[in-house]
C-alpha cells in the first residue's frame, strides 16, 4: 500500500502522461512575462513564451511558488499520506526549496514532508522523480525514498546544448560579450549541470540540427556505462525532426529499458529558448 505522495516543483520536466503514471503531483513555478504572471505548464506554454520574446525583445523571468502556495498543497496531500518527498530545482537556481521548508515548517510536519535538493533541473530532476515514485508505488516509507535520492543524486548526468544564447544573456546566465560572440559566430554550447550549477563546456559550430545529434552521438560511452533503467530526452519547442532522430539513436543503442522523451516547461524555455535538447542519465 501506498503510503508516500511524490510531489515535485515543475522544473521536473515529466509529461501529463509521466506525472499521471507516477501519480506524482506538480508544484507550479511562476513565469513573468512583462507585467503578467502565469503558472508553469497551467495557463502559459512554451510556444507562448517564445512568441512574446519574439514580438517584445524583452527576457522572460521566472519565480518560486510561496510558501502560502506550498502549504495548501501539502496540507491536503497529508490529509491522504502519511508522508510526503517533495522535489525541487537545485537549491542554487531558485528558492523554491526553501519555500518548500517554510512550508512544512508552517505545518509543523517536518517529520511527515522530506524536501529534497535535486541539485538538477529538468530530466535530471525528472529521473530522480520517477525512481522516487516507483519506490512509493511500492510500499517504501518517506526516509527510505529520501536516503536513496541522495545517493542517487551526484550519479545524475545532465546536459543539453543551446541554439541561441541571447536567452542565457538576457537571463543573466552569460555575459553580453561572451553572448554576442556566440551569436556571430553561430556556437551552440554544451551546458552541464555540476554540483546544482550550470557549466558551459564544449562549443559546438554549424546548424542546431546537426549539432545536436553529434552532441548525442559523442555521449555514446557514456551512456552505454550508464545505469540502464532509464534514460531521459527533454527538448524546448524543437524541429520535431531533430527530437525523434535524438529519440531513435538513443533507442537504437539497445541498451536502455526505458526511453523518455517529454518536452521542456517554461522554465527552461524563459531560460535556454528554443530548439534547446538535453539528454539525462544516472552513472553507475
Known amino acids: 500500500m501506498q503510503t508516500v505522495k511524490i510531489i515535485s516543483d515543475s522544473t521536473c520536466d515529466l509529461s501529463r502522461e509521466q506525472r499521471e503514471h507516477f501519480g506524482v503531483d506538480i508544484i507550479p513555478l511562476h513565469v513573468i512575462l512583462g507585467k503578467d504572471t502565469y503558472e508553469d505548464g497551467v495557463n502559459i506554454t512554451p510556444k507562448d513564451i517564445i512568441a512574446w520574446v519574439d514580438k517584445t525583445k524583452e527576457a522572460p523571468k521566472t519565480a518560486a511558488p510561496t510558501p502560502e502556495e506550498i502549504t495548501g498543497i501539502f496540507e491536503e496531500q497529508l490529509k491522504q499520506y502519511k508522508e510526503i ?3 525541487s530545482i537545485a537549491a542554487g537556481m531558485s528558492s523554491s526549496n526553501a519555500a518548500m521548508h517554510l512550508a512544512a515548517q508552517k505545518l509543523e510536519a517536518e517529520d511527515r514532508v522530506h524536501v529534497i535538493d535535486s ?33 542517487q543524486k551526484p550519479l545524475v548526468r545532465s546536459s543539453f546544448v543551446v541554439d ?12 553580453g560579450l561572451t553572448a554576442i560572440a556566440g551569436e556571430t559566430l553561430k556556437l551552440h554550447p554544451k551546458i552541464s549541470v555540476i554540483d546544482g550549477a550550470m557549466e558551459a563546456g564544449k562549443k559546438y559550430r554549424g546548424k542546431i540540427a546537426r549539432v545536436t545529434m553529434k552532441y548525442a552521438q559523442e555521449l555514446e560511452a557514456e551512456l552505454l556505462e550508464a545505469q540502464p533503467r532509464r534514460v531521459c530526452v527533454t527538448h524546448s519547442p524543437c524541429n520535431p525532426k531533430t527530437v525523434k532522430n ?3 539513436f538513443l533507442q537504437n543503442l539497445k541498451y536502455f529499458e526505458d526511453v523518455s522523451v517529454a518536452p521542456a516547461g517554461g522554465v527552461v524555455t524563459c531560460h535556454c529558448g528554443p530548439e534547446t535538447l538535453g539528454i539525462f542519465y544516472v552513472a553507475k
Open 246 to 248: 535524438v529519440g531513435e
Open 164 to 175: 541561441t544564447l541571447m536567452y542565457l544573456y538576457r537571463g543573466g546566465r552569460c555575459n
Open 119 to 151: 541539485a538538477n533541473l529538468s530530466g535530471g530532476m525528472g529521473l530522480l522523480v520517477m525512481e522516487a515514485a516507483e519506490m512509493a508505488q511500492d510500499g517504501a516509507d518517506g526516509q527510505t525514498i529520501e536516503a536513496q535520492m541522495e545517493k
Open 85 to 87: 518527498v517533495c522535489f
